[in-house]
């Protein structure tokens, strides 16, 4: 993150420190926030939800359900702005960098995403941050962007409108023909294969919620790399982030863009996008924002900004549901004390159980892969017989919530994820035997 308005004007500290900020107000936040609670076995982290018991839930990715420590967190921000709203929202945005809370938030992120804080960009959904990136891009006429058959309509229609404004081409081509038999060298193989002399950026998707498929994203971008400097990655990550033990920050992407409400339990309504400063500077904003100085002071001064683009001054500006933005820190503060790989793990193992259990039914045909390296909280499958809605709806008579990919092809998807037992998992296992007939 750049300057805060006070460092830019350089109040002298003996005013900073009579802001006309009531002393103690974030004092006052912190106090009523309660201590981030034990969350040592999974059970506990379970316990933080308040999820209707009445029902198994396989669709926790679809949107968070907020466990206790984003709850009490967006209690305590809603709080402090409902008491003073001109007071916290101006300190917390505009002045000292201590009090700033848009560079707290992004220093959370940063340290889960192995990154630096001024490389975050605030989002508000996965969609907002794909449309900003590709809509940055410095396309021309006759650049191309090529991305995959299987992304989702979020992405596709970025590429679309961003490459339709600029006059620019886009190309979908598929990995795979059947997602449960790619293989990493087959994955690379078609992308290489993809790539032609206009491709300027290629669009991938991480975890596929269309077949639950995880591409191997640190071998991709190696491959690509090894043989010239291949043109910019815009990785849509959402069903990675929070569920895949990984280093964001070294993953060889150009640009990741992710929801922070699925797997990462972060508040509705909170996404980020991560590039390094050189990435950055290649893109051009397209809303303006309130944490970049250097935006403010050129406007002020009507000229044009006079320093390299970076995070701060592509995150959308204007006033948000700023108590959810600043919760988010709670949930990355919660993913940390759980622990990426113990996190990872538990998602692993829960999926691994429901494809074993679910390849044992001659009826079910998955489509995601059995390898636990090539996906991850996400299993898309069919009943031989039935509609994916119409098993979905079997699957909700019996108090178990399932979802459908919302793609041209359509599939069932249970998932697995940290507001599950293994129990559950049999029991969604032996509902699928059921309904299978
Ligand atoms: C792969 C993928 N990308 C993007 C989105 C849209 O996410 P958001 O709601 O954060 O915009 C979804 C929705 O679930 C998705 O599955």
Same mark, same amino acid.
């Given at each position: 993150?750049?300057?805060?308005?006070r460092?830019?004007?350089?109040v002298?500290?003996?005013?900073?420190?009579?802001?006309?900020?009531?002393?103690?107000?974030?004092?006052?936040?912190?106090?009523?926030?309660p201590?981030?609670?034990?969350?040592?076995?999974?059970?506990?982290?379970?316990?933080?939800?308040?999820?209707?018991?009445?029902?198994?839930?396989?669709?926790?990715?679809?949107?968070?359900?907020?466990?206790?420590?984003?709850?009490?967190?967006?209690?305590?921000?809603?709080?402090?702005i409902?008491?003073?709203?001109?007071?916290?929202?101006?300190?917390?945005?505009f002045?000292?960098?201590?009090?700033?809370?848009?560079?707290?938030?992004?220093?959370?992120?940063?340290?889960?995403?192995?990154?630096?804080?001024q490389?975050?960009?605030?989002?508000r959904?996965?969609?907002?941050?794909?449309?900003?990136?590709?809509?940055?891009?410095?396309?021309?006429?006759?650049?191309?962007?090529?991305?995959?058959?299987?992304d989702?309509?979020?992405?596709?229609?970025?590429?679309?409108?961003?490459?339709?404004?600029?006059?620019?081409?886009?190309?979908?081509?598929?990995?795979?023909?059947?997602?449960?038999?790619?293989?990493?060298?087959?994955?690379?193989?078609?992308?290489?294969q993809?790539?032609?002399?206009?491709?300027?950026?290629?669009g991938?998707t991480?975890?596929?919620?269309?077949?639950?498929?995880?591409?191997?994203?640190?071998?991709?971008?190696?491959?690509?790399?090894?043989?010239?400097?291949?043109?910019?990655?815009?990785?849509?990550?959402?069903?990675?982030?929070?569920?895949v033990?990984?280093?964001?920050?070294?993953?060889?992407?150009?640009?990741?863009?992710?929801?922070?409400?699925k797997?990462?339990?972060?508040?509705?309504?909170?996404?980020?996008?991560?590039?390094?400063?050189?990435?950055?500077?290649?893109l051009?904003?397209?809303?303006?924002?309130?944490?970049?100085m250097?935006?403010?002071?050129?406007?002020m001064?009507?000229?044009?900004?006079?320093?390299?683009?970076?995070? *701060? +001054?592509? %995150? =959308?500006?204007?006033?948000?549901?700023? &108590?959810?933005?600043?919760? @988010?820190?709670? !949930?990355? $503060?919660?993913?940390?004390?759980?622990?990426?790989?113990?996190?990872?793990?538990?998602i692993?193992?829960?999926?691994?159980?429901?494809?074993?259990?679910?390849?044992?039914?001659?009826?079910?045909r998955?489509?995601?892969?059995?390898?636990?390296?090539?996906?991850?909280?996400?299993?898309?499958?069919?009943?031989?017989?039935?509609k994916?809605?119409?098993?979905?709806?079997?699957?909700?008579?019996?108090?178990?919530?399932?979802?459908?990919?919302?793609?041209?092809?359509?599939? *069932? +998807?249970? %998932? =697995?994820?940290?507001?599950n037992?293994? &129990?559950?998992?049999?029991? @969604?296992?032996? !509902?699928? $035997?059921?309904?299978?007939?």
């Amino acid at each position: 993150m750049s300057l805060t308005r006070r460092e830019f004007l350089a109040v002298p500290a003996a005013l900073a420190a009579g802001s006309m900020l009531p002393a103690g107000l974030f004092a006052a936040v912190v106090s009523e926030t309660p201590a981030m609670p034990d969350l040592s076995d999974w059970g506990k982290v379970r316990a933080q939800f308040v999820l209707d018991p009445a029902y198994s839930h396989f669709a926790s990715f679809f949107i968070s359900s907020h466990p206790a420590p984003v709850r009490d967190a967006i209690e305590a921000y809603r709080r402090a702005i409902d008491r003073n709203p001109f007071l916290t929202v101006e300190q917390a945005m505009f002045e000292d960098v201590e009090h700033n809370l848009p560079i707290k938030v992004a220093t959370e992120i940063a340290d889960y995403l192995g990154g630096r804080a001024q490389d975050v960009c605030l989002t508000r959904s996965t969609t907002e941050s794909l449309a900003l990136v590709y809509h940055g891009l410095p396309l021309k006429p006759g650049d191309e962007v090529l991305c995959t058959t299987h992304d989702h309509y979020s992405h596709h229609e970025s590429i679309r409108l961003a490459t339709a404004r600029a006059g620019a081409t886009m190309r979908k081509v598929p990995l795979f023909e059947d997602a449960a038999q790619a293989t990493t060298e087959s994955i690379i193989a078609r992308l290489r294969q993809a790539i032609g002399p206009k491709t300027k950026a290629i669009g991938l998707t991480w975890v596929h919620s269309s077949s639950g498929i995880r591409l191997p994203v640190r071998e991709i971008t190696a491959a690509l790399r090894a043989s010239g400097e291949p043109p910019l990655i815009i990785l849509d990550g959402v069903h990675g982030l929070g569920s895949v033990d990984e280093t964001v920050a070294t993953m060889g992407v150009d640009f990741f863009c992710a929801g922070t409400h699925k797997w990462m339990l972060g508040p509705r309504g909170t996404a980020l996008v991560w590039a390094n400063a050189q990435r950055w500077a290649q893109l051009r904003p397209t809303i303006p924002n309130f944490t970049d100085m250097e935006s403010y002071e050129a406007w002020m001064a009507d000229r044009e900004p006079a320093t390299p683009n970076n995070a *701060a +001054r592509m %995150a =959308p500006g204007g006033f948000h549901a700023f &108590e959810h933005q600043w919760g @988010a820190a709670a !949930a990355f $503060r919660m993913h940390r004390q759980m622990g990426k790989a113990k996190v990872a793990a538990r998602i692993r193992s829960l999926n691994d159980q429901l494809k074993e259990g679910l390849a044992k039914n001659p009826k079910v045909r998955m489509h995601t892969p059995r390898s636990g390296d090539l996906s991850a909280g996400l299993v898309a499958f069919e009943v031989d017989g039935l509609k994916p809605n119409e098993v979905v709806q079997q699957l909700l008579a019996r108090n178990i919530i399932a979802s459908t990919s919302p793609y041209a092809i359509t599939y *069932a +998807r249970l %998932a =697995p994820s940290l507001v599950n037992t293994p &129990e559950e998992v049999d029991k @969604a296992v032996k !509902a699928v $035997r059921e309904i299978s007939g």
